[in-house]
């Protein structure tokens, strides 16, 4: 393994600038809307970002339309 890793190191490069901005905005999104539990599930889950990226499509975009929603009802 260790030897393949030497051999194949760009494979881990790429795959590292896929998961660290889906990670990142994943990261941020979870605790702007104070989703502790998704955030940490986020952070210690390594998914190749397909957690990541179902909580910005789909989690976090239903926060935030219930959270413009109700600013706009306030209003």
Do not use: C
């Amino acid at each position: 393994m260790e030897q393949f890793m030497q051999q194949n190191w760009w494979m881990m490069a790429i795959l590292t600038l896929w998961l660290l901005p889906w990670k990142g905005v994943a990261l941020w999104k979870a605790a702007r809307l104070g989703h502790m539990k998704w955030f940490i599930a986020i952070l210690i889950l390594n998914t190749l970002a397909l957690l990541d990226i179902f909580y910005i499509f789909v989690i976090a975009r239903k926060a935030e339309k219930k959270e413009t929603s109700d600013e706009n009802s306030n209003a």
